[in-house]
């Protein structure tokens, strides 16, 4: 597998603000996606980050929302733009790694924690 | 549409029970189907990933098998204990969407002591 590094691990936000998350990974990967989670509910992709260009997003997301930027093959952030307490919710990275038996294996980041007031 | 629903939504055993956990799915047209467990407030760790191609896959004590016709997965948990206790989570890869998860409910799991 591999080691996934998201920062921050949580955040308390004001209404109307931006927040970007990081998302770091240690070895070689394919694919970046971005998901959330909000309070009691399952996973939605947001988007898949694509190195140097930009972000293929999810029916209802959308890019001035939900800018993403990938610079490089391990690095990825998500800016939560204009935040409401609709926002509240955790967001994480998952990736899927090169060099694996089974390429599409997908890992998961250990999650932003974001609440707005 | 995929969904993914899993049943039941919570479910609490004592320590020492075997247990199955299910999940099902509307369109039988996948790549792989994976398992992953998620601790309160915390990411997500894959658990067994099994292609479409096979029928099950075990690690440990876990055993998931896949019944792509009928669109059902199955996660066997022998032996249960307390460290067990987590919410399981099922997602799907449908073919041809590179890898784009549709992810279940969830189940809700405690062992007690």
Same mark, same amino acid.
């Given at each position: 597998?591999?080691?996934?590094?998201?920062?921050?691990?949580?955040?308390?936000?004001?209404?109307?603000?931006?927040?970007?998350?990081?998302?770091?990974?240690?070895?070689? =990967?394919?694919?970046?996606?971005?998901?959330?989670?909000?309070?009691?509910?399952?996973?939605?992709?947001?988007?898949?980050?694509?190195?140097?260009?930009?972000?293929?997003?999810?029916?209802?997301? =959308?890019?001035?929302?939900?800018?993403?930027?990938?610079?490089?093959?391990?690095?990825?952030?998500?800016? =939560?733009?204009?935040?409401?307490?609709?926002?509240?919710?955790?967001?994480?990275?998952?990736?899927?790694?090169?060099?694996?038996?089974?390429?599409?294996?997908?890992?998961?980041?250990?999650?932003?924690?974001?609440?707005?007031? | 549409? /995929?969904?993914?629903? /899993?049943?039941?939504?919570?479910?609490?055993?004592?320590?020492?029970?075997?247990?199955?956990?299910?999940?099902?799915?509307?369109?039988?047209?996948?790549?792989?189907?994976?398992?992953?467990? /998620?601790?309160?407030?915390?990411?997500?760790?894959?658990?067994?990933?099994?292609?479409?191609?096979?029928?099950?896959?075990?690690?440990?004590?876990?055993?998931?098998?896949?019944?792509?016709?009928?669109?059902?997965?199955?996660?066997?948990?022998?032996?249960?204990?307390?460290?067990?206790?987590?919410?399981?989570?099922?997602?799907?890869?449908?073919?041809?969407?590179?890898?784009?998860?549709?992810?279940?409910?969830?189940?809700?799991? /405690?062992?007690?002591?």
């Amino acid at each position: 597998s591999a080691v996934i590094s998201q920062k921050p691990s949580r955040d308390i936000c004001q209404r109307g603000t931006s927040l970007t998350i990081q998302c770091q990974v240690d070895s070689q =990967v394919t694919m970046m996606f971005w998901y959330r989670q909000q309070p009691g509910q399952s996973l939605t992709l947001i988007a898949t980050a694509n190195q140097g260009s930009e972000a293929t997003y999810e029916s209802g997301f =959308v890019i001035d929302k939900f800018p993403i930027s990938r610079p490089n093959l391990t690095f990825s952030t998500l800016t =939560v733009s204009n935040m409401s307490p609709e926002d509240s919710s955790i967001y994480l990275c998952s990736v899927t790694l090169s060099g694996l038996a089974v390429y599409n294996e997908q890992f998961f980041g250990p999650g932003t924690r974001l609440t707005v007031l | 549409k /995929q969904e993914v629903t /899993q049943i039941p939504a919570a479910l609490s055993v004592p320590e020492g029970e075997n247990l199955v956990l299910n999940c099902s799915f509307t369109d039988s047209a996948i790549y792989n189907l994976q398992w992953f467990r /998620q601790d309160p407030g915390k990411g997500l760790t894959s658990l067994l990933l099994i292609q479409s191609s096979q029928r099950e896959q075990t690690s440990g004590r876990l055993n998931a098998s896949l019944d792509k016709s009928s669109g059902r997965s199955t996660l066997y948990i022998a032996a249960s204990q307390p460290g067990d206790s987590a919410t399981y989570l099922c997602a799907v890869n449908p073919t041809g969407t590179a890898s784009k998860l549709t992810f279940g409910t969830g189940t809700r799991l /405690q062992v007690t002591l």
